[in-house]
Nanobody, 126 residues
Framework: QVQLVESGGGSVQAGGSLRLSCSASGYTSRYYCMAWFRQAPGKEREGVAGLNSDGGVTIADSVKGRFTISQDNANKTLYLQMTRLTPEDTAMYYC????????????????????WGQGTQVTVSS
């Protein structure tokens, strides 16, 4: 059973930065796709950034140029580096995974993914 545990959320002022981490366990496949999603109160879940085991990356237009997704294969950890944060980035951030690779346009589509973490809250104040 794949398990995902997010960490690194918190409160920050506008213009600040945070780095989220997602620690994955329970799978041995070399091929996988992982992503970050976020959901603000009263809004639909939004794909932020996705990454394949071969290094292919998809970034949502809303965060392009500010957020970076990366991975540490050895430690099975996914990261989301967030910079120049704005209050509109306030949301619960979730890590998601599937044990197959994703084609680019599906890397930030929620129904692509089979496994989800519990989320970590990010709050940006103005």
């Amino acid at each position: 059973q794949v398990q995902l545990v997010e960490s690194g959320g918190g409160s920050v002022q506008a213009g600040g930065s945070l780095r989220l981490s997602c620690s994955a366990s329970g799978y041995t496949s070399r091929y996988y796709c992982m992503a970050w999603f976020r959901q603000a109160p009263g809004k639909e879940r939004e794909g932020v950034a996705g990454l394949n085991s071969d290094g292919g990356v998809t970034i949502a237009d809303s965060v392009k140029g500010r957020f970076t997704i990366s991975q540490d294969n050895a430690n099975k950890t996914l990261y989301l580096q967030m910079t120049r944060l704005t209050p509109e980035d306030t949301a619960m951030y979730y890590c998601a995974a599937r044990v197959y690779m994703c084609i680019p346009q599906y890397r930030i589509v929620a129904r692509t993914f089979d496994y989800w973490g519990q989320g970590t809250q990010v709050t940006v104040s103005s």
